[in-house]
């Protein structure tokens, strides 16, 4: 059974686990993020040339791959992971942790960004899933190239995201700004995209344009 996420929201933090360890481990700062993540994908291309073996022209085509890929990857995991929940407790629970603190409370600065610990694993398990379907293909060499451009992608999206909530729209966003403020304070069934509206164009996932007049 799917739920609909609350669009109800309060203002402070969210406590996600008791153990202040763990907690501590939810919460970021734009700098971490950058560092550790920046850091990793800068990693990741110098071993794709100077290891690997790929061209740089090679290294930069794979890498706008990448990032056009995560647009989709966004579009799906937002729709179908994060807004997944069922009437069984792990579920919700492990909804709640994974997005439904967010919507609870959307402005809470330290939780708009994805922490570097689970970020970290969560990227290398989605590491070991591409190069798995490279290596059947016989290309996996290429997951060296791909991966840092969706792992920019995501971070591209992470900044955007966190803007949305903590800034006013520059005049040329408005639109985009808009878009996932509907989502949160309209229609959580909707309006997917964060860093884009293309694949909520395409799925059919728009706000009714009139609310976004209305706003």
């Excluded at 969210?14 to 763990?22: C, E, H, Q, V, Y």
């Excluded at 997005?99 to 990227?123: T, W």
């Excluded at 966190?162 to 006013?168: C, I, L, N």
């Amino acid at each position: 059974m799917k739920q609909k996420v609350t669009t109800e929201f309060q203002h402070g933090q969210a406590r996600i686990f008791k153990n202040a360890f763990l907690e501590s481990l939810t919460k970021t700062t734009p700098i971490q993020n950058i560092v550790v993540y920046g850091a990793a994908i800068g990693l990741l291309m110098a071993f794709a040339v100077l290891r690997i073996g790929l061209s740089p022209l090679g290294m930069v085509g794979l890498f706008i791959v990448g990032i056009l890929f995560w647009t989709l990857a966004e579009y799906l995991l937002h729709r179908f992971v994060f807004h997944w929940v069922t009437e069984a407790r792990w579920s919700q629970r492990f909804h709640f942790i994974m997005h439904g603190s967010h919507h609870q409370f959307p402005r809470d600065k330290e939780r708009l960004l994805m922490p570097p610990a689970p970020g970290l694993i969560m990227a290398l398990i989605l590491f070991g899933i591409f190069y798995l379907v490279f290596w059947i293909a016989g290309i996996s060499s290429l997951t060296y190239g791909f991966f840092p451009g969706f792992f920019t992608g995501y971070l591209i999206y992470s900044f955007v995201h966190r803007a949305t909530h903590v800034m006013r729209p520059p005049k040329r966003f408005k639109k985009l700004w808009m878009h996932h403020s509907l989502h949160h304070y309209r229609f959580p069934d909707k309006a997917f995209g964060v860093s884009n509206t293309f694949w909520d164009r395409v799925f059919g996932t728009m706000p009714p344009k009139s609310s976004a007049q209305e706003a």
